[in-house]
């Protein structure tokens, strides 16, 4: 079965950048689409990020320019650079997963890893 596990959080001054991987365990990754999420509490799970099964890269039109997301298939991970970074995009972030092909719709996703908080502050 199929496990994610992120890294890569933390703590980051405005302005700053934060690269995050998400790790694969239990199988190979090479047939699944990769999405990266952010969550905030007392709000919703957003997509922010996917990367298809055959690396087709997809983007939150409102993260467009401060995010790349690409896929390391002899690691089995998929990593998140963020720059840019402002006090908003603090939350827990996410990797969660699918078969094959990308889309940005939350619900489309069969599962997630545990999380890594990012705090963006001075």
């Known amino acids: 079965q199929l496990q994610l596990v992120e890294s890569g959080g933390g703590l980051v001054q405005p302005g700053g950048s934060l690269s995050l991987s998400c790790a694969a365990s239990g199988e190979n990754l090479d047939n699944y689409a990769i999405g990266w999420f952010r969550q905030v509490p007392g709000k919703e799970r957003e997509a922010i990020s996917c990367?298809?099964?055959?690396?087709?890269?997809y983007y939150k039109d409102s993260l467009r320019g401060r995010l790349t997301i690409s896929r390391d298939r002899a690691k089995n991970t998929v990593y998140l650079q963020m720059s840019g970074l402002k006090p908003e995009d603090t939350a827990v972030y996410s990797c969660?997963?699918?078969?094959?092909?990308?889309?940005?719709?939350?619900?489309?996703?069969?599962?997630w890893g545990q999380g890594t908080q990012v705090t963006v502050s001075s």
């Open positions: 990367i298809s099964a055959s690396g087709d890269t």
């Open positions: 969660g997963q699918r078969w094959n092909s990308c889309t940005l719709r939350v619900k489309l996703f069969d599962s």
